[in-house]
């Protein structure tokens, strides 16, 4: 699920349905029904609180908070920041944790594997991941 994004929606901070269909791809499947919600601003118009993977844009120089493990009782958890160009690849290397994990969904993924191994996995290969910390970086960006 996609809101307008910048394309059509004033607060739209990053282009929604490009990036959306650049992640359809890689919706295999082999991985069952993965839900990927991907917002355009804070308003989270593409429920990716909610979602098994989510993404939410925010900042000056626009950073994107991912989100895991959302459903329809329970928000997801942060797992960092990436830029927008990288939202392609960070949702490959979830989907492909998560295949290798062989739970059923989502959320029992997360419990399984945990929150911290998959932002190792995203810092290893998503060169602009940056997880939650007290530093300002992650809201503006390491420029």
């Given amino acids: 699920m ?3 994004g910048n394309e059509l929606c004033p607060p739209g901070l990053i282009d929604t349905s490009g990036i959306g269909t650049k992640i359809h791809v890689h919706l295999r ?7 990927v919600g991907i ?3 804070t308003h989270d118009c593409g429920m990716s ?3 098994d993977i989510g993404f939410e844009p925010f900042g000056s120089k626009t950073r994107v908070f991912i989100t895991v493990g959302g459903g329809l009782t329970r928000l997801g958890q942060i797992v960092g920041t990436i830029d927008p160009g990288d939202m392609e690849a960070a949702t490959e290397a979830i989907l492909e944790l998560y295949a290798k994990s062989g739970v059923k969904n989502m959320a029992e993924f997360v419990t399984k594997y945990g929150v911290d ?4 996995e995203l810092a290893r290969r998503v060169p602009s991941f940056m997880k939650p910390d007290q530093n300002i970086k992650i809201v503006f960006g390491p420029n």
Wanted: hydrophobic share 30%; glycine share 16%; proline share 5%.
């Fill in 2 to 4: 996609a809101c307008l």
């Fill in 29 to 35: 499947r082999e991985y069952g029904p993965i839900r």
């Fill in 39 to 41: 917002s355009g601003c």
């Fill in 49 to 51: 609180w909610v979602s």
């Fill in 117 to 120: 191994g998959i932002r190792e």
